[in-house]
């Protein structure tokens, strides 16, 4: 009877061993790869976008277990996450961490270059992205977690075009997954107090731990080393291709341009050369003709009216225009322009005071509503010896210039 009662005893045993050990662990998550966030303000769970963005997660999940094989000795062999702060947080923005110096300034050893998917954008809040400083291979081990949406961090655009991630002032950013617990947590976080300026939180908030949850057959085979180290590359040429295409497109798009601005200008000089011998020479040196005789009023000084005007350099190049079909036809379109409405008749103060060179005043004050006229401009009525912007010292220009309207008078 003792005989049999031990062997129950170990039975039991073993089956509660087993029941433990397959006990699950979030029973309620699906199938996938998750970063548990423990914190000392609570935990975060993330779902990580492995299938989205590999390089990106495989590169979380290995520096997460300590098995990163790009990651410098200090940090081999050991969870790198572990004891780290979130050193940067912005209220209605987002929390920032993963940096082992706490000042926005460290790596773990190395960058690169991170993958991007254009179905995952920063349309939310609760989702994780790498922080870098600017360009494709700058990202590390930073990561922050959105609280708002931020678009602008997006690294496509609109038109599901790659952004110029390696030109200044360009934000891209790689989201690698979303939160699905602890929300709650992430926004206890982002309101705490902080330093001026630095944006660092007075009180430390620490990582206490960061575990890797695996869930279905897909997400135990994700391998983080072996997938960074095999699909890195792959990255690497993907992007650089992407480059040379834009590259290739942008040399192809200024040479029609040039082309087509070459064609413009001839047949603009053309024009200028015929308008110039019509002209009649003011005593300033100013030298007019009309183009197109108005019947309107003439403004009186200052009165504000409404303006056409097209500028050209006496070879027949354009420099400025506000009309929206001129800066097509010499390939200076300028869709930003165009968005802040800034094409079309121009307002403009007739008046010796206003902030225009001394030969666009005079010919202004000329014309009368409805006339459009060419004015010949000497450099000592233009920008003079010191140019402009994109205008060479000592350059003569002309204009065509048509008065539209009157809007304000005096």
Same mark, same amino acid.
């Given at each position: 009877?003792?005989?049999?009662?031990?062997?129950?005893?170990?039975?039991?045993? %073993?089956?509660?061993?087993?029941?433990?050990?397959?006990?699950?662990?979030?029973?309620?998550?699906?199938?996938?790869?998750?970063?548990?966030?423990?914190?000392?303000?609570?935990?975060?769970?993330?779902?990580?976008?492995?299938?989205?963005?590999?390089?990106?997660?495989?590169?979380?999940?290995?520096?997460?277990?300590?098995?990163?094989?790009?990651?410098?000795?200090?940090?081999?062999?050991?969870?790198? /996450?572990?004891?780290?702060?979130?050193?940067?947080?912005?209220?209605?923005?987002?929390?920032?961490?993963?940096?082992?110096?706490?000042?926005?300034?460290?790596?773990?050893?190395?960058?690169? #270059?991170?993958?991007?998917?254009?179905?995952?954008?920063?349309?939310?809040?609760?989702?994780?992205?790498?922080?870098?400083?600017?360009?494709?291979?700058?990202?590390?081990?930073?990561?922050?977690?959105?609280?708002?949406? /931020?678009?602008?961090?997006?690294?496509?655009?609109?038109?599901?075009?790659?952004?110029? %991630?390696?030109?200044?002032?360009?934000?891209?950013?790689?989201?690698?997954?979303?939160?699905?617990?602890?929300? $709650?947590?992430?926004?206890?976080?982002?309101?705490?107090?902080?330093?001026?300026?630095?944006?660092?939180?007075?009180?430390?908030?620490?990582? #206490?731990?960061?575990?890797?949850?695996?869930?279905?057959?897909?997400?135990?085979?994700?391998?983080?080393?072996?997938?960074?180290?095999?699909?890195?590359?792959?990255?690497?040429?993907?992007?650089?291709?992407?480059?040379?295409?834009?590259?290739?497109?942008?040399?192809? $798009?200024?040479?029609?341009?040039?082309?087509?601005?070459?064609?413009?200008?001839?047949?603009?000089?053309?024009?200028?050369?015929?308008? $110039?011998?019509?002209?009649?020479?003011?005593?300033?040196?100013?030298?007019?003709?009309?183009?197109?005789?108005?019947?309107?009023?003439?403004?009186? #000084?200052?009165?504000?009216?409404?303006?056409?005007?097209?500028? /050209?350099?006496?070879?027949?190049?354009?420099?400025?225009?506000?009309?929206?079909?001129?800066?097509?036809?010499?390939?200076?379109?300028?869709?930003?322009?165009?968005?802040?409405?800034?094409?079309?008749? #121009?307002?403009?103060?007739?008046?010796?005071?206003?902030?225009?060179?001394?030969?666009?005043?005079?010919?202004?004050?000329?014309?009368?509503?409805?006339?459009?006229?060419?004015?010949?401009?000497?450099?000592?009525?233009?920008?003079?010896?010191?140019?402009?912007?994109?205008?060479?010292?000592?350059?003569?220009?002309?204009?065509?210039?048509?008065?539209?309207?009157?809007?304000?008078?005096?």
């Amino acid at each position: 009877m003792k005989l049999i009662s031990k062997t129950l005893q170990l039975l039991m045993l %073993c089956l509660l061993i087993t029941a433990t050990s397959c006990k699950e662990e979030y029973p309620e998550l699906e199938d996938g790869l998750y970063a548990e966030i423990k914190t000392n303000k609570g935990t975060m769970i993330a779902k990580l976008f492995y299938d989205q963005v590999p390089v990106t997660v495989a590169n979380f999940v290995a520096l997460a277990e300590g098995n990163h094989p790009m990651a410098s000795e200090a940090f081999k062999n050991k969870p790198f /996450y572990d004891s780290l702060t979130f050193h940067r947080v912005m209220n209605n923005f987002m929390i920032q961490g993963g940096d082992h110096t706490a000042t926005g300034n460290g790596n773990p050893g190395y960058k690169f #270059t991170a993958d991007f998917s254009p179905e995952l954008t920063h349309d939310k809040g609760g989702l994780l992205s790498m922080a870098n400083s600017g360009g494709f291979n700058t990202n590390g081990s930073q990561f922050f977690i959105t609280e708002v949406p /931020y678009p602008s961090l997006n690294a496509y655009d609109n038109e599901g075009n790659l952004k110029p %991630c390696d030109q200044p002032r360009v934000s891209c950013h790689s989201i690698f997954g979303e939160l699905v617990k602890g929300i $709650e947590v992430q926004d206890s976080i982002s309101n705490v107090k902080v330093a001026p300026r630095t944006n660092k939180p007075l009180e430390d908030i620490v990582i #206490t731990k960061m575990s890797i949850i695996r869930k279905g057959s897909a997400a135990k085979s994700f391998n983080a080393p072996k997938v960074f180290e095999d699909e890195l590359p792959n990255v690497e040429n993907e992007i650089k291709q992407i480059q040379d295409e834009k590259r290739l497109k942008a040399e192809e $798009e200024k040479r029609v341009r040039d082309e087509k601005t070459a064609s413009a200008s001839t047949i603009t000089k053309t024009m200028i050369d015929g308008f $110039e011998a019509k002209t009649t020479a003011l005593p300033s040196g100013l030298k007019k003709h009309v183009i197109t005789k108005g019947t309107g009023p003439k403004p009186k #000084t200052g009165d504000s009216v409404k303006v056409y005007y097209e500028g /050209y350099f006496v070879d027949g190049r354009l420099f400025d225009s506000d009309k929206v079909d001129i800066a097509k036809n010499y390939g200076m379109f300028n869709q930003r322009r165009l968005d802040a409405n800034a094409y079309g008749p #121009t307002k403009m103060l007739v008046s010796p005071n206003a902030r225009m060179i001394s030969g666009f005043k005079e010919a202004l004050a000329s014309l009368k509503v409805g006339d459009k006229a060419f004015f010949y401009l000497p450099s000592h009525l233009a920008y003079g010896e010191r140019g402009n912007r994109g205008i060479p010292p000592n350059t003569d220009l002309t204009f065509v210039i048509e008065l539209v309207d009157i809007i304000d008078k005096k």
